[in-house]
Each structure stands twice: as structure tokens, then as C-alpha cells.
């Protein structure tokens, strides 16, 4: 069974950092690519940032591009974001997700969430 | 960017009802339109891939259409559980870019 286990969220204050992590099972890890997409308070989903089954490729939405850092550790099958400069905006539901394949860019598989919230 | 627009924003029908969704492209995505369905409180389910592929052990009931600009995301005879909002999302262009979402409400 796949399973997908974010974990990392909180509350922080603006400017400050955060790592999420994506505990992963069920699946051949470093077969697939992995992504994260959020989900503000209220609203629909934003795709944040993308990287690639062996992790030589990593994308990211212009809005966290510079701040966010996406990677990944397949001696542990697990995912990670590390979030630098954190605005108000940055505020969701964060969602790790496996994509159908290598590198297809769809998501069959999501976890559970967790919640960033910043604020002062 | 590329901008995917859902319409209608609501759509509220009766159980064995026909659901028409539709998602509209800012310019050709070919067919790299995914559907996704999420229930309150809980993560989104992939319902449907590259247009009309339906995701393991999605129902029948649920029907992808549509290439370039226009796509259709067709739910036949609803039942009280696909009460819910649903989003596209394209993966033809970086960046990957998700739909405004249509609820769907079950009368």
C-alpha cells in the first residue's frame, strides 16, 4: 500500500524557515518523481515544486522560487522542502505527492497534508 | 503561465443526474490535462490522466474528453459521495498550473 506521511508543519514567524519532510512506503522511491503542491486556507491548489526520480532535475512556481529548495533522500524514501524566507502567503496546507510515473507530472498519490502557518 | 479556467464555478444536481465539467486552456495543452477530485477536509484523487486515461480503480462513471484548449470531464448517474470540488490541472507547460476548481453539490 502506498502511503505518504508529511511532517515538519507549524507555525512560524514571517522571514523565518521551515523543512517539511515526506516520509514514503509502499513504492519503489526512486522510481518516481515527487512534488509538493499547497493549498491556502479556503482556496484551490498551487503547484510549488517539482523533482525528478533520480533528482538531477527540480522545478519550482515563481512564487517560492529562490526561497524553497526541493530534494530528495533514497537511502530513506523520503522527500523533502526546505522553506527560507517565509511571507504570509506562504500560509497552506502542504501536500507531498508521487507522480504516475517518472516523470509524467500528474500525482496518484497524495499524503495526508500539513499545515504552515505564518504569522507573528 | 498557462491558465486553466473551470466552468461553472457550482454545479448542484440530483443523485443518477449527468455532471458536465468543463476546463478551458489558455492556449493548446495537447492532451496533458489531468482531473483531480477532493472531498472536504481530505487530499485530492486523481480521477483522470492525459484527458480521458482514468486512474486505477476510478469508477466508470467518471469520463475524461477533450484535446488542445477545450476538455470535458463528463460524471454519469452521480451518487451522494461525488459530492465534492474538482480541478484540472495541466503538466504541458512548466509551470504546472491547477484549475480554480468546480464544487459539485449532490441535492
Known amino acids: 500500500e502506498v502511503q505518504l506521511l508529511e511532517s515538519g508543519g507549524g507555525l512560524v514567524q514571517p522571514g523565518g524557515s521551515l523543512r517539511l519532510s515526506c516520509a514514503t512506503s509502499?513504492?519503489?522511491?526512486?522510481?518516481?518523481?515527487m512534488s509538493w503542491v499547497r493549498q491556502a486556507p479556503g482556496k484551490g491548489l498551487e503547484w510549488v515544486s517539482s523533482i525528478t526520480n533520480n533528482g538531477d532535475r527540480t522545478a519550482y512556481a515563481d512564487s517560492v522560487k529562490g526561497r524553497f529548495t526541493i530534494s530528495r533522500d533514497p537511502s530513506k524514501n523520503t522527500l523533502h522542502l526546505q522553506m527560507y524566507s517565509l511571507r504570509a502567503e506562504d500560509t497552506a496546507v502542504y501536500y507531498c505527492?508521487?507522480?504516475?510515473?517518472?516523470?509524467?507530472?500528474?500525482?496518484?498519490?497524495w499524503g495526508q497534508g500539513t499545515l504552515v502557518t505564518v504569522s507573528s | 503561465e498557462i491558465v486553466l479556467t473551470q466552468s461553472p464555478a457550482t454545479l448542484s444536481l440530483s443523485p443518477g443526474e449527468r455532471a458536465t465539467l468543463s476546463c478551458r486552456a489558455s492556449q493548446s495543452i495537447s492532451i496533458y490535462l489531468a482531473w483531480y477530485q477532493q472531498k472536504v477536509g481530505r487530499a485530492p484523487r486523481l480521477l483522470i490522466y492525459?484527458?480521458?486515461t482514468r486512474a486505477t480503480g476510478i469508477p466508470a462513471r467518471f469520463s475524461g474528453s477533450g484535446s488542445g484548449t477545450d476538455f470535458t470531464l463528463t460524471i454519469s448517474g452521480l451518487e451522494p459521495e461525488d459530492s465534492a470540488v474538482y480541478y484540472c490541472?495541466?503538466?504541458?507547460?512548466?509551470?504546472?498550473?491547477f484549475g480554480g476548481g468546480t464544487k459539485v453539490e449532490i441535492k
Open positions: 505527492a508521487k507522480d504516475v510515473g517518472e516523470v509524467r507530472w500528474n500525482f496518484d498519490y
Open positions: 509502499g513504492f519503489i522511491f526512486s522510481n518516481y518523481a
Open positions: 492525459d484527458a480521458s
Open positions: 490541472q495541466q503538466r504541458s507547460t512548466w509551470p504546472l498550473t
